[in-house]
C-alpha cells in the first residue's frame, strides 16, 4: 500500500517561498503511468489541484498557479517536492501530496507576518 507524508514549515513570511516534500513509502514514484499530485484546501474552501509530476519527470501545473509553482523530485529519496514562490496570506492552506486514490494526511501552512 502506497503511503505519502508531507513535511515542511508550518509558518512562512509573505513574499517567501514555500517548501513541502512528499515521502512515498510502499511503492516507487518511477512507476509507470502513475501521476503524483499536491492539492490543497483554504480554510472554507474547496480542493484545489496544484500540480503534478509524473514518472518521467515531466510537471503539469494550474494555469492559475503556474507563475509561482515549481514541483520536482529525488528518485533516490523516492520524495517529490512542491515550491510556491511569493506567498500571499492568500496562500495559508492544508496542504497534500496524493496519488490517485492515496492521500497523506496534510501538512498545514499559515502565511503571516
Known amino acids: 500500500q502506497v503511503q505519502l507524508e508531507e513535511s515542511g514549515p508550518g509558518l512562512v513570511k509573505p513574499s517567501q517561498t514555500l517548501s513541502l516534500t512528499c515521502t512515498v513509502a510502499?511503492?516507487?514514484?518511477?512507476?509507470?503511468?502513475?501521476?503524483w499530485s499536491w492539492i490543497r484546501q483554504p480554510p472554507g474552501k474547496g480542493l484545489e489541484w496544484m500540480g503534478a509530476?509524473?514518472?518521467?519527470?515531466?510537471?503539469y501545473y494550474s494555469p492559475s498557479l503556474k507563475s509561482r509553482t515549481s514541483i520536482s523530485r529525488d528518485t533516490s529519496k523516492n520524495q517529490f517536492t512542491l515550491q510556491l514562490t511569493s506567498l500571499t496570506p492568500e496562500d495559508t492552506a492544508v496542504y497534500y501530496c496524493?496519488?490517485?486514490?492515496?492521500w497523506g494526511e496534510g501538512a498545514q501552512v499559515t502565511v503571516s507576518s
Open positions: 510502499g511503492g516507487s514514484i518511477t512507476v509507470p503511468y502513475f501521476y
Open positions: 509530476i509524473d514518472t518521467s519527470g515531466s510537471t
Open positions: 496524493s496519488q490517485g486514490m492515496h
